[in-house]
T-cell receptor, first 117, second 111 residues
Framework: EAGVTQSPTHLIKTRGQQATLRCSPI?????VYWYQQALGLGLQFLLW???????NRGNFPPRFSGRQFPNYSSELNVNALELEDSALYLC????????????????FGPGTRLTVL | KNEVEQSPQNLTAQEGEFITINCSYS?????LHWLQQHPGGGIVSLFM???GKKKHGRLIATINIQEKHSSLHITASHPRDSAVYIC?????????????FGTGTLLAVQP
């Protein structure tokens, strides 16, 4: 079974540009999560999508947005890039059993390393 | 104060040693996760637990819900165990499904 895949592996952009990162979840998983791991800051939750809807969002500005497609793959868009957006962006997927069903193990992709010059 | 605290931040061990990494949290949780991150960034989920103890090979994870504390143990450590180990908690009830991460423990196992 294929794991979570992300593309591209590396992305280099300049300040003010837009970046688009892509994620394909494990087959059968409906939830996709995006995390940012900036140098020295640890992992931070960005966004959670399930069944095509944004379910939760971390403490990030509106420049960070995304969507989930009918096949459950997801895109993360970062507009008006700033130098501090340079980070490893990790995508994870899981099943979600609803608010009464509790959480499930999240499986992580290899990440996209975004460098903003 | 961070909602998830790990200790130690750095740990160096000799091959074969028994290793313990601790995690304390201050929020209500539905589950606690232990993750392993190797150089290059790839993250592997080691355990998800909400009570008691789980074992997988040489790895053991325990959680004490009353004390809001979890430990990850590695028995007979090996250089290939060298990685960053991250504790993360899922919010209470799974409504937001947000993971809150500790800052990680960098483990180096020397041969």
């Amino acid at each position: 079974e294929a794991g979570v895949t992300q593309s591209p592996t590396h992305l280099i952009k300049t300040r003010g540009q837009q970046a688009t990162l892509r994620c394909s979840p494990i087959s059968g998983h409906t939830s996709v999560y995006w995390y940012q791991q900036a140098l020295g800051l640890g992992l931070q939750f960005l966004l959670w999508y399930d069944e095509g809807e944004e379910r939760n969002r971390g403490n990030f500005p509106p420049r960070f947005s995304g969507r989930q497609f009918p096949n459950y793959s997801s895109e993360l868009n970062v507009n008006a890039l700033e130098l501090e957006d340079s980070a490893l962006y990790l995508c994870a997927s899981s099943l979600w059993r609803g608010t009464s069903g509790g959480t499930d193990t999240q499986y992580f992709g290899p990440g996209t390393r975004l460098t903003v010059l | 104060k961070n909602e998830v605290e790990q200790s130690p931040q750095n740990l160096t061990a000799q091959e074969g040693e028994f290793i313990t990494i601790n995690c304390s949290y201050s929020v209500g949780i539905s589950a606690l996760h232990w993750l392993q991150q190797h150089p290059g960034g790839g993250i592997v989920s080691l355990f998800m637990l909400s009570s008691g103890k789980k074992k997988h090979g040489r790895l053991i994870a325990t959680i004490n819900i009353q004390e809001k504390h979890s430990s990850l143990h590695i028995t007979a450590s090996h250089p290939r165990d060298s990685a960053v180990y991250i504790c993360a908690v899922s919010d209470d009830g799974g409504a937001t499904n947000k993971l809150i991460f500790g800052t990680g423990t960098l483990l180096a196992v020397q041969p």
